[in-house]
């Protein structure tokens, strides 16, 4: 798979990184690899969001797609420095 484009805004910082969990599926039962193969392109813009309760991880970061669905998480060593 490849990294996502990264494009330089003034006012964000740009981390370069693999979306990782992405052979999971979602809570809805929704596969995670079947909505990256429908909505993921080189310039898709991508959002994130927090999931303080996740039970694995309190730093955990979802990458969502714009329908809102869910496509992995953002590594946990990166989600932590986000944190």
């Given at each position: 798979?490849?990294?996502?484009?990264?494009?330089?805004?003034?006012?964000?910082?740009?981390?370069?990184?693999?979306?990782?969990?992405?052979?999971?599926?979602?809570?809805?039962?929704?596969?995670?690899?079947?909505?990256?193969?429908?909505?993921?392109?080189?310039?898709?813009?991508?959002?994130?969001?927090?999931?303080?309760?996740?039970?694995?991880?309190?730093?955990?970061?979802?990458?969502?797609v714009a329908?809102?669905?869910?496509?992995?998480?953002?590594?946990?060593?990166?989600?932590?420095?986000?944190?």
């Amino acid at each position: 798979m490849k990294m996502a484009k990264v494009i330089k805004l003034p006012s964000a910082f740009v981390i370069e990184t693999k979306v990782v969990g992405v052979s999971k599926p979602n809570d809805d039962g929704s596969s995670m690899q079947a909505i990256i193969k429908e909505h993921v392109k080189e310039d898709t813009k991508l959002s994130i969001e927090r999931e303080p309760n996740n039970p694995y991880d309190e730093n955990a970061v979802r990458v969502k797609v714009a329908s809102g669905q869910m496509i992995g998480y953002l590594p946990k060593e990166i989600a932590a420095k986000l944190q």
